[in-house]
Nanobody, 123 residues
């Protein structure tokens, strides 16, 4: 079983910065893709950014140039540095991992999700 613990959300003024962290624990040999999704009230959950074990990144257009995703493979931790935050970035942010190779060297096909952390940007 894999557990994800997120931290770093909060309230910030427009133009400010926050850094989200998500640590994965459990029976883990490696993780292929780690990422962040967000869901605003009344909207569907959307992918914000993802990063593969080879450090290939992907961003939704609305955050390009403002957010940076990174990971520490030794710690099974993914980060999201969010700069120049805007009120439209307000949402619950969820950590996601997929492609987990567990301690028995089996590839787990299911996604794992964190409980979410609230990010609120005031204007």
């Amino acid at each position: 079983q894999v557990q994800l613990v997120e931290s770093g959300g909060g309230l910030v003024q427009a133009g400010g910065s926050l850094r989200l962290s998500c640590a994965a624990s459990g029976s883990i040999i490696s993780i292929n893709t780690m990422g962040w999704y967000r869901q605003a009230p009344g909207k569907q959950r959307e992918l914000v950014a993802s990063i593969t074990s080879g450090a290939s990144t992907n961003y939704v257009d609305s955050v390009k140039g403002r957010f940076t995703i990174s990971r520490d493979n030794a710690k099974n931790t993914v980060y999201l540095q969010m700069n120049n935050l805007k009120p439209e970035d307000t949402a619950v942010y969820y950590c996601n991992v997929r492609g987990v190779v567990d301690g028995t060297f089996r590839l787990r096909l299911n996604d794992y999700w964190g409980h979410g952390t609230q990010v609120t940007v005031s204007s």
